[in-house]
């Protein structure tokens, strides 16, 4: 089965040897997949352990839960670190954080909450803590919500594909 990450990757070859503790995410953009991966199978203790210390509350883990209780996930695209289609990257001036010069990723993850559907377009900051790259803390560049989508109109993740054959078969 082909990762849900978007990869075109096997997902054991991918995003859940990652979030099964069975291998070690080497470059952000991976870790970020891994970490999308695991929003949308609720694996919670990942993406406590995957954020970094410095920015981890107490009350991260249930806040997390709870997010994932309420949200499915139906699709992300990788605007820049896209080693796929590195043409598609229309943000490469997102690579690298100026200020702190930390690797970033830029991303657009689609998503479902209480039956409307939403985009969120975040630039995620990342650091090396004790040998692992872990999510450091995210601007959010746009968040829009599509509301209620009919099935044949174009899907709002610009795939070209009708809404009903796209991502609301994520839901
Ligand atoms: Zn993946
Ligand atoms: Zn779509």
Request: net charge neutral.
């Given at each position: 089965?082909?990762?849900?990450?978007?990869?075109?990757?096997?997902?054991?070859?991918?995003?859940?040897?990652?979030?099964?503790?069975?291998?070690?995410?080497?470059?952000?953009?991976?870790?970020?997949?891994?970490?999308?991966?695991?929003?949308?199978?609720?694996?919670?203790?990942?993406?406590?352990?995957?954020?970094?210390?410095?920015?981890?509350?107490?009350?991260?883990?249930?806040?997390?839960?709870?997010?994932?209780?309420?949200?499915?996930?139906?699709?992300?695209?990788v605007h820049s670190f896209d080693e796929q289609n590195l043409s598609d990257s229309l943000?490469k001036?997102?690579?690298?954080?100026?200020?702190?010069?930390?690797?970033?990723?830029?991303?657009?993850?689609?998503?479902?909450?209480?039956?409307?559907?939403?985009?969120?377009?975040?630039?995620?900051?990342?650091?090396?803590?004790?040998?692992?790259?872990?999510?450091?803390?995210?601007?959010?560049?746009?968040?829009?919500?599509?509301?209620?989508?009919?099935?044949?109109?174009?899907?709002?993740?610009?795939?070209?594909?009708?809404?009903?054959?796209?991502?609301?078969?994520?839901?």
């Amino acid at each position: 089965m082909l990762c849900i990450c978007g990869s075109k990757i096997e997902s054991k070859n991918c995003c859940s040897q990652f979030v099964s503790n069975d291998a070690i995410a080497q470059t952000p953009v991976a870790l970020m997949r891994s970490r999308y991966f695991a929003f949308a199978h609720s694996a919670t203790d990942y993406l406590v352990s995957s954020h970094a210390q410095s920015t981890r509350t107490s009350a991260l883990a249930q806040e997390l839960v709870d997010w994932c209780a309420v949200t499915h996930w139906a699709k992300l695209v990788v605007h820049s670190f896209d080693e796929q289609n590195l043409s598609d990257s229309l943000e490469k001036n997102c690579f690298t954080d100026t200020q702190e010069q930390l690797p970033t990723v830029c991303f657009s993850a689609y998503y479902f909450y209480q039956n409307e559907f939403y985009v969120m377009k975040e630039l995620s900051r990342f650091i090396v803590e004790q040998g692992q790259w872990r999510y450091l803390d995210g601007e959010s560049l746009e968040h829009i919500n599509f509301g209620k989508i009919g099935l044949n109109k174009p899907c709002p993740c610009k795939s070209g594909n009708k809404f009903k054959r796209c991502c609301y078969k994520a839901r």
